[in-house]
């Protein structure tokens, strides 16, 4: 199998094998993506002298065709951008909407409200997809490249071929079937309903054309005419639960420029993405709970340090379930969330020898007022990194939420399912949801592209992850990692995870941290150790050069100008993990 999917790998790999080969030591960036086809895709940009955004933009659309069970123009993201020449942080949000007829009961039937799982099949769970106008926003801004060389890769991997790999595969056997739509169905798997074996190759000649048409015409060619109303049909008439979408959905949707969410660690500058993405806030309030213990001293082997991180996750979870959703249609106190005397007495609730009897939401300054009311009645996410030859940074976060999103598609292209990820209640514990479903309105998001600046003013590292609410712990863990246990990217993200979310949590099964479970109970944490669907992308700079990690967990590499040898060879033995 690993010779059938070697051959097949440099089917697809060969196209960029002129630009990759005997490439000089590494002075004109850097990828880490999710998929080494991808990843190659952003050095071509790179060697044609596109900008980090350009490489980022032909990753994502490349990622689209490879890994269509993750991400693409059909889902939504978001960027965290830094310009060298400025020292600029910007950030994009490209997050997906609720149409205007949405309300806060809209997942439910007779009355009572849809479980996930019945909510994300078919036409009701799509939001307009917001990635396409953030590629746009960003290319304005920061591009370098004609806006039709960033699609060429991704045209002429849906057009000749990729090869299905490991992780494609189990995904398709775990979640395939139950899920995707005629066209998936036909797409992916053999008359008898198996899925097509790895190292099979796919093409999707639907899939190349329309890329083709927005290369030559801008994102209006996916949103307007013809192309939007085929959209809306696709959603509005499917068997399952049908949407109430309409073509000016799709004509009002506009991706946001929005201020980073900003704040210090240590002697670290740390900027993330600011709501609708609960992201950046979060991974900021755990990190800065942590800032008064010697975490440095203490180690990655101590089980009090990770004891320490399982407390500060639930605190900042607690705020983020409460107070954070789509600021454009809620009041979120991010300055009081923020602020050090807020943060200064969550801290003082963890305790470094016992855990905390109960976690609850603090009330921080701003708060607005909680409404009450009367009683009623994996996932599908990618990440990359690139820095380019000027320094430039583009770190992205980009999803359809579930695995294959809705099940539906558009012209060889999975259709998100991102608006169950609002709250399909509309009330938490007798009060109105912040992230409660809202015409217009873009779901609460736990990615967290993250970039963190030295002393100097330097990017120090880059960073995000796939994988649900299991992001933000993804992330945090890296940058304690990175930063205060002085670990390369590759090293930290290759660290198992503790994930607590609430009361209880998760310890990653198979890790460094599951010997010590009898410590961590010790200290009165109730944990268990499970699989956990993880995926992380980093690049960082050190002693003056880029590095990168990407996770063993995934198919995902870190590739420079020197080619595709070393990507060839990690996935061939990547895990069968399917989770995203």
């Known amino acids: 199998m690993i010779q059938r999917l070697l051959l097949a790998l440099c089917a697809v790999v060969l196209p960029f094998s002129p630009l990759l080969a005997k490439a000089p030591p590494v002075t004109a960036g850097i990828v880490s993506a999710a998929d080494p086809r991808a990843a190659a895709a952003g050095v071509e940009i790179l060697r044609k002298g596109g900008s980090a955004a350009d490489a980022a933009i032909a990753v994502m659309l490349a990622l689209n065709v490879v890994e269509p069970q993750s991400s693409g123009i059909g889902g939504g993201g978001f960027m965290v951008h830094y310009g060298a020449k400025d020292r600029s942080t910007t950030t994009y949000d490209g997050r997906e909407a609720a149409p205007a007829a949405a309300d806060d009961h809209w997942f439910y039937k007779d009355g009572v409200p849809l479980g996930h799982r019945a909510a994300v099949p078919g036409g009701r769970s799509v939001g307009v997809p917001g990635n396409l106008r953030m590629m746009a926003l960003a290319h304005a801004a920061h591009g370098k490249l004609p806006w039709k060389d960033l699609f060429q890769p991704a045209i002429r991997l849906a057009r000749e071929g990729h090869a299905i790999t490991p992780r494609l595969y189990n995904s398709l056997n775990t979640y395939g079937r139950a899920i995707i739509s005629d066209w998936g169905r036909a797409q992916f798997f053999n008359p008898d309903g198996t899925a097509k074996p790895v190292g099979t190759i796919l093409k999707n000649p639907d899939q190349a054309a329309l890329f083709a048409r927005i290369a030559a ?43 980073p969410v900003c704040g210090t660690y240590r002697v670290y500058r740390v900027c993330g993405m600011g709501p609708p993405s609960a992201g950046g806030i979060t991974v900021l309030l755990i990190l800065k709970q942590l800032e008064r213990f010697d975490l440095a001293r203490l180690g990655k082997d101590s089980p009090v340090a990770w004891h320490l991180l399982a407390e500060s996750e639930r605190l900042a979870y607690a705020d983020r379930d409460t107070w954070l959703a789509d600021g454009d249609h809620v009041v979120i106190p991010q300055a009081g969330l923020l602020d050090p005397t807020y943060i200064a007495a969550r801290s003082a609730l963890i305790a470094p020898d016992r855990t905390m009897a109960a976690v609850t939401p603090g009330t921080p300054a701003g708060a607005p007022p909680r409404v009450r009311v009367s009683p009623g009645p994996e996932h599908g996410t990618t990440d990359l990194a690139v820095a380019d030859a000027q320094g430039n940074v583009a770190e992205v976060t980009s999803t359809i939420e579930s695995v294959f999103g809705s099940g539906l598609t558009v012209d060889g292209t999975f259709l998100n399912n991102e608006l169950t990820d609002f709250d399909i209640v509309p009330e938490q514990d007798g009060y109105l949801a912040a992230n409660r479903v809202q015409g217009g309105k873009r779901p609460r998001s736990s990615m967290s592209p993250t970039i963190v600046y030295g002393p100097d003013g330097k990017v120090r590292i880059a960073v995000g992850a796939a994988g649900g609410s299991t992001i933000i712990a993804q992330v945090a863990k890296t940058l304690i990692a990175v930063l205060d246990w002085k670990m390369s990217a590759q090293d ?76 060839i060879r990690r996935i061939e033995q990547a895990p069968n993990a399917p989770h995203e």
Request: charged letters at 20%; hydrophobic letters at 45%.
């Open 492 to 567: 930290a993200i290759r660290l198992g995870l503790i994930y607590t979310p609430g009361p209880g949590g998760v310890v990653e099964k198979g890790t460094q941290l599951e010997p010590m479970l009898p410590a961590l109970a010790a200290l009165g944490e109730q944990l268990r150790a499970a699989p956990l669907g993880l995926k992380a992308n980093a690049i960082e700079q050190v002693d003056g050069r880029w590095a990168g990690g990407a996770d063993p967990r995934s198919e995902g590499v870190v590739m420079d100008l020197r080619g595709v040898d070393a990507a």
């Open 217 to 259: 015409r801008g994102p209006d060619a996916f949103y307007r005419d013809a192309q939007g109303a085929k959209l809306v049909a696709t959603v509005n008439q499917a068997p399952v639960n049908p949407s109430k979408m309409t073509p000016a959905d799709l004509t009002a949707y506009q991706a946001k420029a929005r201020a």
